[in-house]
Each structure stands twice: as C-alpha cells, then as structure tokens.
Nanobody, 117 residues
Framework: QVQLVESGGGLVQPGGSLRLSCTAS????????MGWYRQAPGNQRELVARVGRSGYTSTADSVKGRFTISRDNAKNTVFLQMNSLKPEDTAVYYC???????????WGQGTQVTVSS
C-alpha cells in the first residue's frame, strides 16, 4: 500500500504564487515517477507536470514558464511551484506516483487552488 498526502493549496489573487507538496509513503521500493494533474468543474482531468525516474521534467503548454515541478528523492516528495497564477488555474490538483514493480498508480486526496480577486 502506498499513500500520498498533499498540501499547499489555497486562495490567491491573480499574479500570486503557491507551492504544492506531495509526500508518498508505504511500499515504495525502487524507482518511481511523480506528477500533478488538475481538474476544474466541468473539465476533464489534465496533466499539469511530471518528473520521471531519470529526473526528466515536462509541463503542460498552459503552464509552461509559470509552473515548475521538482522532486526530493530522499523524502519521496514532489513539489509544484506555481507563479503568475491566473483564474483559469483554479482547480483541484492531484498528485500521483507510479512505482516500478507496482501495477497501479496511486493518487493524492486533492488540494484546492483558487485564483480570484
């Protein structure tokens, strides 16, 4: 069993910043990839950013240049630094982990990000 705990969401004005954290615990043995999805009401869940086992990172075009993903391997933690936030970034953000040797992905509980004046 693997558990993910997210934190860092909240209410911020346009142009502001937030930093999301997601820490994994449990049966994590070997390499893993982690990342972030988000889902706004009425929208499909979309991939925001990911960091692979090799440390390779990628971000969605909609957030490129504003969001940065990073990971702390020693702590099994992934971060999402969100700058220059826009109202359209408002969504529930979910982290995930994909562990080598484990078939299913595991998901965090979600954290609400609201960008509004």
């Amino acid at each position: 069993q693997v558990q993910l705990v997210e934190s860092g969401g909240g209410l911020v004005q346009p142009g502001g910043s937030l930093r999301l954290s997601c820490t994994a615990s449990g049966s994590i043995f070997g390499d893993y990839a982690m990342g972030w999805y988000r889902q706004a009401p009425g929208n499909q869940r979309e991939l925001v950013a990911r960091v692979g086992r090799s440390g390779y990172t990628s971000t969605a075009d909609s957030v490129k240049g504003r969001f940065t993903i990073s990971r702390d391997n020693a702590k099994n933690t992934v971060f999402l630094q969100m700058n220059s936030l826009k109202p359209e970034d408002t969504a529930v953000y979910y982290c995930y982990i994909a562990v080598d040797g484990i078939r299913d992905w595991y998901w965090g509980q979600g954290t609400q990000v609201t960008v509004s004046s």
